[in-house]
């Protein structure tokens, strides 16, 4: 993990960013993310 904030910050999203497009794969009915 990063040691500044704003790092960690910009990590976890795009942690979760990756996290959403598995799961848009996996569910036929995908939603937009903001």
Known sequence: ?????????AEL???IAVLNRYTALGIP???PVG
Do not use: K, L, P, S
Not at 1 to 9: C, S
């Open 29 to 31: 009915v995908t939603e």
């Open 13 to 15: 999203q795009v942690r």
């Open 1 to 9: 993990m990063a040691r500044d904030f704003d790092r960690q910050v």
